[in-house]
Nanobody, 125 residues
Framework: QVQLVESGGGLVQTGGSLRLSCAAS????????VGWFRQAPGKEREFVAA???????????DYADSVKGRFSISRGDAGNAALLRMNSLEPEDTAVYYC???????????????WGQGTQVTVSS
């Protein structure tokens, strides 16, 4: 059973960048599709991005329209992790960000089997 731990959240100004990491243990991250979701206060958890892997490289990444062109998923350079690079951040991106894993990419949070604890991202205006 794979365990996931997110890190890299923080406070950033509008237009800034952050890189979130989703570190896996108990399994190899590239054996699972990885999804990123976020939840803002008073709102439902929403899909951000998801990816399959081929040869350890991101394949067939899928992004929410609200983050397309600003966010990207990749494999960590070292270690067993998936990264979410977030550029041109906006106050609307403020949320707790979660990574999740399952066999096969999906946009639906309820289809994911494994979840991290979340990391807070706050974008100030």
């Amino acid at each position: 059973q794979v365990q996931l731990v997110e890190s890299g959240g923080g406070l950033v100004q509008t237009g800034g960048s952050l890189r979130l990491s989703c570190a896996a243990s108990g399994g190899t991250i590239s054996n699972y599709a990885v999804g990123w979701f976020r939840q803002a206060p008073g709102k439902e958890r929403e899909f951000v991005a998801a990816v399959n892997w081929i040869g350890g490289n991101a394949y067939s990444a899928d992004y929410a329209d609200s983050v397309k062109g600003r966010f990207s998923i990749s494999r960590g350079d070292a270690g067993n992790a998936a990264l979410l690079r977030m550029n041109s951040l906006e106050p609307e991106d403020t949320a707790v960000y979660y990574c999740a894993a399952r066999r096969g990419k999906s946009r639906s949070a309820h289809e994911y089997d494994y979840w991290g604890q979340g990391t807070q991202v706050t974008v100030s205006s």
